[in-house]
């Protein structure tokens, strides 16, 4: 069970012993759940001296689901380094590595008794509700039973009198494959020579059964008017054998990858020729090694990846490769896949549960000599590990924002270093925390300077907002050089993309009349309007309302809308070229499933001039027909409580700046900002890491923030300010205990005070000894343990909001 550490069974002389990453059925209360084994202790019947007896009261083992580890060896080491050094628990550090449908519990279902049924009548309230809703004598979920009439009390008390009973079935299975049932001819249906016996149908199925020597699939056979009663009646006479069958369900399949291209020839550059030489040293070293690959946008490190690959899969070992965004997934994935064939998997949540739990088993099985993904794949049980690839290493999409809150990069890295493989960190904004490791000699450090075929970066042009505002006035969103350079690409039938980090038509309602803002009832925002559906929601809790027509305060009709995210950029854009076409590319628009693969495929064919979005199309993608790229409000992030603002904003200006220009035309980017002065904006417009990395490892030096000590956020959530704030202190009044090799900054309350109905208030840990920070705090924990539960540990923080 995630929330929980390790727990110990005995096994009953009636059951095998399990080995360390099988999976067994186990009580825990009243239910019944999946465990997974991570070790063995003595039996009662022969303790060693080392080992005490297991007590008296540890509960059975109830089955043995596997006979050989369903979590190999390896992967259940990386678990319990994930989870302690996350300060996470065992079980939730677990369940971030299984696959779907890995799972078997009980599941708690309500029906009523005879004397239910006489009795209900005669009820009222929450026990006429339950009992009205098990009338039909059908068993129901519990919980469902329980929304609906409010009350599990009443359950309890109707269990009690015997007007219902509560089972527990278990739900899931072991294998969960999927199945098809297949039709097969039986030798008397071979030898049956005289069809006028049977009927039309019947000896239309013959036929069909006959031309496929593997049988076909019932399904096959209805498709083409063979109904189920007569294959029925074929079974009753002996001539058609029903079996069933497995069948893969392959995401490449369902148009979740982009086509397969062949791959041309490439003749490499000079420095990447010098960057293979010396990573295919440390792969044949056969010793752990990280190297950190700074190369600029379209130096050609993807081109690296593939050849790496090849040359480690030769040698009979497998390869991970993590991606930092879904949207990145099908393409490199295809890239690979036209590469190496069938010997790739991949793994993301945008697959359906099915397809994950069939290309995981795949991978298991060792049929895989290459796996693509994002974070979760960290912990694809990948055989005989040889070499892992972090691509876009500095993203923060790798860190986890819930429990357990691990960075896939640095897992990555504990992963190669347990394997003795090599690790690739590759990024043209390597982290602060990668290149300060490569500094210090911790990484080796390999760099592209130059682009493929030596393309110029992108010409890079500061817009100063300041004076747009001046000529045209506090609305204005795109600037005047903006719309022209829009203009001159869609002459020149050529594409543009214009970012702007922030989703939705604007981000403010407010009431000009008593100066009453839309916030959400659940946390310390401001509700965000999206006019497509006419609704303002809150982008933490999803809470949504309708746009209001006058304000629900003075109720005055004098509302207006304040701020702007793509939404309106995009409306924006259509209004001045009502004859461009523009897609939109955020969370709101690329919902639907494939929606994102579909859309970036038609931006890459030229069926579209003009792409919208946030952070999600600045990363990775190559469009060698984009020959403009537009910043919108540049420096939205530079104003968070956030020691990584300036970090965050120079990658996303360098990373979106990149996609310009990757053809065989020059590429043009402009960047609107308010502060046009600001370091990381100015750096990240000369795209000179090296000059941003000097001025902002400076600044953290200064101040004390990592990657110069290491952090953890603690972050106390209570039902009031004032709770949270206390609790808080009292954490932070007992890791003050005189001489702590550390420094506590706080408590305060957090910049996002309330989130989902929860008031928060954090402290820092800060220090240069991770392990003694974590010890501290979790000796501080376990002495409230009802703070435990309401506490979240962030070991290495990528957010401090």
């Not at 931006?603 to 020959?627: C, N, S, W």
């Amino acid at each position: 069970m995630p929330s929980l550490e390790a727990l110990t069974y005995r096994v009953p002389d009636t059951l095998p012993d399990p080995v360390a990453g099988a999976r067994v059925l186990v009580p825990l209360g009243t239910r019944i759940i999946t465990g997974v084994v991570v070790g063995s202790v003595a039996s009662a019947s022969s303790p060693s001296p080392e080992s005490p007896a297991p007590s008296p009261d540890v509960k059975d083992v109830i089955d043995v689901l596997d006979e050989t580890a369903f979590l190999p060896e390896d992967v259940l080491r990386l678990v319990q380094w994930t989870s302690e050094y996350y300060a996470c628990g065992a079980g939730e550090a677990l369940a971030a590595a299984m696959p779907p449908r890995a799972w078997i519990e009980s599941e708690r279902h309500a029906q009523i008794t005879a004397a239910g049924a006489a009795q209900a009548a005669a009820e009222s309230g929450a026990r006429a509700e339950i009992l009205h809703a098990l009338s039909d004598g059908k068993p129901k979920r519990l919980d469902t039973i329980a929304r609906r009439s409010g009350s599990y009390s009443a359950i309890g008390t109707l269990e009690r009198e015997g007007l219902i009973i509560v089972t527990r079935p278990l739900q899931g299975k072991a294998s969960a494959f999927r199945t098809v049932r297949v039709a097969t001819l039986t030798a008397q249906g071979h030898e049956e020579i005289d069809p006028g016996r049977l009927k039309p149908a019947s000896t239309e199925a013959i036929h069909l059964l006959r031309g496929a020597q593997e049988g076909l699939d019932t399904s096959e056979l209805a498709k083409r008017g063979i109904s189920a009663a007569v294959v029925r009646r074929l079974v009753q006479n002996g001539l058609v054998a029903i079996t069933r069958r497995t069948v893969e369900r392959d995401p490449f399949e369902q148009n979740a990858a982009l086509p397969l291209v062949p791959r041309k020839e490439v003749t490499l550059t000079p420095e990447q020729l010098a960057a293979m030489d010396s990573l295919g040293a440390w792969c044949e070293a056969g010793e752990f090694t990280v190297a950190l690959l700074h190369g600029v946008t379209g130096s050609g490190k993807t081109e690296i990846y593939l050849r790496l690959a090849d040359a480690v899969r030769r040698k009979g070992r497998g390869v991970l490769l993590l991606v930092p965004e879904i949207a990145l997934t099908p393409a490199v994935a295809a890239l690979f896949r036209a590469t190496f064939g069938e010997r790739v998997a991949i793994q993301h949540s945008g697959l359906s549960d099915g397809e994950r739990h069939d290309q995981w088993q795949r991978i298991r099985r060792g049929e895989v000599d290459v796996v693509v993904g994002t974070r979760s794949a960290v912990f694809a049980p990948v055989r005989s590990l040889g070499l892992v690839i972090v691509d876009e290493e500095h993203d923060g999409s790798y860190k986890q924002e819930e429990t357990p809150r691990y960075h896939g990069r640095d897992v990555a890295v504990v992963r190669a270093r347990q394997a003795g493989a090599l690790a690739v960190l590759g990024s043209a904004t390597p982290s602060m925390e990668s290149f300060h490791n490569a500094q210090t000699g911790r990484y080796k450090l390999l760099t592209l300077d130059r682009r493929v075929l030596d393309r110029p970066l992108a010409s890079v042009t500061i817009v100063d907002m300041r004076e747009e505002y001046a000529a045209g006035g506090p609305d204005v969103i795109l600037s005047a050089p903006l719309v022209t350079a829009l203009g001159e690409r869609l002459e020149r039938r050529e594409q543009s993309m214009v970012l702007l980090n922030r989703r939705g038509f604007a981000t403010v309602v407010f009431c000009r009349q008593c100066a009453h803002t839309l916030e959400c009832p659940n946390c310390s925002v401001s509700l965000t309007v999206h006019k497509a559906i006419r609704r303002a929601r809150c982008h933490y809790c999803n809470h949504s309302i309708r746009l209001p027509t006058a304000c629900v305060k003075c109720a005055g009709p004098y509302l207006e809308q304040l701020g702007f995210g793509t939404e309106r950029v995009e409306a924006e854009i259509r209004a001045a070229y009502p004859e461009a076409r523009v897609a939109r590319v955020d969370r709101d628009t690329m919902r639907r499933r494939g929606a994102i693969t579909s859309l970036l495929s038609r931006f890459a064919a030229g069926e579209l001039d003009i792409l919208v979005g946030t952070q999600m199309i600045a990363k990775g993608h190559d469009f060698p027909r984009v020959t403009l790229v537009g910043v919108v409000s540049a420096d939205v992030g530079l104003g968070l409580a956030d020691f990584r603002a300036a970090e965050r904003t120079f990658q996303l200006l360098t990373q979106v700046a990149g996609r310009a220009g990757r053809g065989e035309l020059a590429g043009d980017a402009l960047v609107q900002t308010l502060y046009p002065r600001h370091y990381s904006i100015q750096h990240a417009c000369r795209q000179d890491y090296n000059a941003f990395y000097t001025d902002e490892i400076e600044f953290r030096r200064r101040m004390r923030y990592p990657p110069t000590v290491a952090m953890i956020n603690a972050v106390v959530k209570a039902r009031s300010r004032e709770g949270a704030l206390a609790d808080a202190g009292e954490l932070v009044r007992a890791l003050r205990w005189g001489g702590e090799p550390y420094k506590v900054l706080g408590p305060a309350p957090a910049p996002l005070s309330r989130l989902k109905g929860e008031h928060r208030a954090q402290f820092f840990i800060k220090g240069t000894h991770r392990a003694s920070m974590r010890k501290a705090l979790i000796a501080a924990l376990d002495a409230r343990p009802d703070l435990r539960r309401r506490t979240i540990i962030d070991v290495d923080p990528m957010s401090v909001l």
